[in-house]
């Protein structure tokens, strides 16, 4: 149970900070109370496991997740209409004063202080305006209109070409006339049409005088973070890696061994922890070429990101998993499905032959009531279409329809790979299987995916309450960024190579059907 609490407090935390960070300080709202919305109805699901030692009906964390919503819906509408109402009534008082008493000749001085003041709202002054519409080739991208915004120029044409070649010559254009003073994107609008937008590089030499007035002084401190931030520190990782090694040990020894055996002799008996070397190291295979395999990618596409760092925790798994930092945008969308899709697939890939092992020194267990998926002394494998054959395959004849599973420690890294796959393969926001079908549908089409997974994952959750923590944590998971240029459209061996890890998803996470059991046994 503290485990629990501590998971709630770090989520919470996290969520306040990001709350923080994202809502302007003119939201009418104050933060705390957006928080709360967010966070009732994890905090009822602790109170409730902390005082009643069961899970909640599912029915309460439904109603209070649908409740919260409608509420934080209308309460960000609500505000959201008065800021614009408040905004619209300034300008109009400042223009009311503006003709109380006016003079032919203040008049004319005013309209030229405006027509000065447009001009010195643009980024770029006349001859560099000039210098950027030749950047347009007619024969590429036909430039129609330049539209000024706070923090982005927005360029709007008929594409020539195809996507890929007119981003190429166009960006190519840009830099041999405004150095790194810019990044060229290449969007899809709302009616369908591409048009190309060019923000600030904050990763630019003078990036500092390129930068809109709007912007304000905790978002320009953050850029100076990123800027200076040491990419790869390998100290650190290895320092992490090796502190993982440890806790993943001690938890593997303990699952062995068992806690009171390791509490009461692990001090004249230090050698015990060997017992957990089997889970320590196949798990940290697992998560640390699962995240190899992203930097490897982003390698390839030439974009900046941190080496992989484990989490190490010195109970329950023995660590939160591992992760690489990205500090520099995606390219193009060949990149985005890239990277995304080799970490879930060399995770999967390591897996099999770990997950088969172990499975194969498991010991079998009647199954009873307290048999499920993610119980490691009575796991159910019917719960999992893709666990079931290979557990068939593994244990052979002896696994019947009546069977659980005592898994081996190894067997328990092996299945901890197969449900870590299945999370990140998951087509919501910035997780891999987000990433994957962004890049293989555009930005419209995976935020719609977005929403039906959540959806569908809810649902699936009030059939199976294992999946409830799944269901709450793809609530929070923020939506995938574009890549640069987000327009050009995958190859066909990508594509399918997407479909398929979609389907690996449905097969881990969906329970094996009736007919595949009557197959089997």
């Known amino acids: 149970m503290p485990l629990i609490l501590l998971l709630t407090l ?45 899970l909640p009906p599912p029915l309460l964390i439904y109603g209070l997740m649908f409740a919260c919503s409608m509420v934080l819906y209308s309460a960000l509408a609500i505000s959201s209409d008065r800021l614009k109402k408040s905004q619209k009534d300034e300008g ?18 005013n309209k030229a202080t405006a027509k000065k003041k447009k001009v010195a709202d643009k980024p770029i002054t006349r001859e560099e305006e000039t210098l950027l519409e030749r950047c347009f080739p007619w024969s590429t ?3 129609q209109k330049i539209d000024y915004l706070p923090q982005a120029m927005i360029c709007k044409g008929k594409l020539k070409t195809s996507p890929g070649e007119a981003y190429q010559t166009v960006q190519q254009n840009i830099e041999r006339s405004f150095g790194d003073r810019f990044l060229v994107l290449l969007q899809e609008g709302l009616n369908g049409k591409p048009f190309f937008a060019l923000v600030p590089n904050p990763q630019a030499k003078n990036w500092e ?14 850029i100076k973070r990123i800027n200076q931030a040491k990419l790869t520190r390998p100290g650190l990782a290895v320092f992490l890696a ?26 004249s008996e230090p050698t015990l922890l060997l017992a957990g070397l089997g889970y320590s190291l196949s798990l940290m295979a697992i998560l640390g070429l699962h995240e190899t395999g992203h930097y490897l990618a982003t390698r390839y596409h030439k974009v900046r990101a941190t080496l992989p760092y484990f989490i190490p925790l010195p109970f329950f798994l023995g660590t939160l998993g591992a992760f690489i930092k990205m500090r520099s945008p995606m390219p193009n969308r060949r990149a985005l499905f890239d990277i995304g899709i080799t970490g879930p697939l060399i995770g999967f890939i390591v897996s099999l032959p770990i997950l088969i092992w172990g499975l194969a020194q498991s010991t079998l267990v009647p199954l009873g009531e307290e048999a499920s998926l993610f119980n490691v002394e009575a796991l159910d494998p019917g719960r999992s279409t893709l666990l079931l054959l290979l557990s068939r395959l593994a244990i052979g004849s002896t696994l019947t329809a009546e069977s659980a599973i005592n898994l081996h420690p190894v067997a328990i890294s092996g299945c901890l790979g197969l449900i870590v796959t299945a999370l990140k ?17 555009g930005q419209r089409t995976a935020t719609i995916v977005s929403h039906v997974a959540r959806v569908l994952m809810v649902i699936l959750a009030y059939a199976n ?50 007919a595949l059991s009557r197959l089997l046994f």
Do not use: C
């Open 10 to 54: 770090i989520l919470g935390s996290v969520i306040y900070w990001i709350i923080h960070r994202s809502v302007p300080k003119a939201m009418p709202i104050p933060k705390w109370v957006l928080w709360l919305l967010l966070m009732l109805p994890i905090l009822v699901f602790t109170l409730w496991m902390l005082i009643a030692q069961t």
């Open 92 to 109: 109009k008082k400042d223009r009311s004063k503006q003709t109380i008493d006016q003079t032919p000749a203040t008049a004319a001085v």
């Open 141 to 143: 991208y036909y430039l």
């Open 209 to 222: 005088k390129n930068l809109p007035a709007s912007i304000t002084s905790a978002q320009i401190a953050r």
């Open 242 to 267: 090796l502190a993982t090694l440890l806790t993943t040990t001690f938890v593997g020894s303990v699952q062995v061994n068992g806690a009171q055996t390791i509490a009461e002799r692990l001090e």
């Open 425 to 441: 393969l998951m087509p919501v926001g910035q997780l891999d299987g987000g990433h994957v079908v962004h890049a293989m549908y």
């Open 465 to 514: 309450q294992e999946f409830l923590i799944w269901a709450l944590l793809l609530l929070f998971i923020p939506a995938v960024e574009p890549a640069l240029n987000d327009v050009s459209e995958l190859n066909g061996p990508r594509d399918l190579l997407g479909l398929l890890s979609l389907a690996l998803l449905i097969v881990i996470i969906l329970p094996a059907p009736a």
